[in-house]
């Protein structure tokens, strides 16, 4: 299961720092979500990720820095999604750099984009942001792949997002989830990367000991 990590909206201190030390230890994918970063304010922060880890960033914003920075992907939210300037903006990225957010299996099953993957949210009740509930049924990601296949549609990877800990992670691996996506389970813990490690212990857990049928 690919781990990928979300950036704070707000900073942190030594957060880039942290940011390194999560991609040394085998995050697959960092974000940096900062909708109040200048293309600059970007620039500054990606140019402080040591560089054999450009090719795992994923910026939110300042889409041109993709190709000037050599950077490895982009993320589109829902309007950015739905925002045809911006898609003439990025029309020299291939759909293999571009990922995605949805908030419903419906949308999923509507989407003709091949993108590398996208989002599923909320799946659990948000760690990070008060009053985001639970919205999505966890164990319909079968029926969504299998309704793909049955008309002959792409299904993107699909990542987990939402209230995701140590303690329900083990749910992402019965249904068989691509990946899951982790945001205040990380940045509101003392210590961020402990946190990562507990993540990737109770995945380690759940191959060991799957549950029953």
Not at 109 to 130: A, C, E, G, M, W
């Amino acid at each position: 299961m690919k781990l990928i990590i979300l950036s704070p909206d707000t900073d942190i201190p030594h957060e880039t720092t942290t940011a390194n030390r999560l991609l040394d230890m085998g995050a697959h994918r960092f974000h940096i979500r900062k909708p109040h970063f200048t293309v600059s304010q970007y620039e500054q922060y990606i140019e402080q990720i040591h560089p054999q880890h450009r090719r795992r960033l994923v910026i939110h914003g300042s889409y041109e820095l993709y190709s000037t920075l050599k950077i490895g992907g982009i993320h589109l939210n829902t309007a950015a999604r739905g925002n045809k300037e911006v898609w003439n903006q990025i029309k020299g990225i291939p759909a293999s750099a571009i990922s995605t957010s949805f908030h419903s299996w419906q949308e999923i099953n509507d989407n003709t984009y091949p993108y590398r993957y996208v989002f599923i949210s909320p799946l659990f009740d948000s760690i990070s942001k008060l009053g985001y509930k639970a919205a999505i049924a966890i164990p319909d990601i079968s029926n969504t792949r299998i309704k793909a296949e049955k008309d002959h549609k792409f299904c993107p990877q699909i990542v987990g997002l939402g209230g995701i800990s140590p303690h329900n992670i083990p749910q992402l691996l019965q249904h068989g989830y691509d990946g899951a996506a982790l945001l205040g389970t990380i940045w509101q813990s003392p210590d961020p990367v402990a946190a990562f490690v507990e993540v990737v212990m109770a995945i380690n857990l759940g191959h060991e000991h799957p549950p029953a049928d």
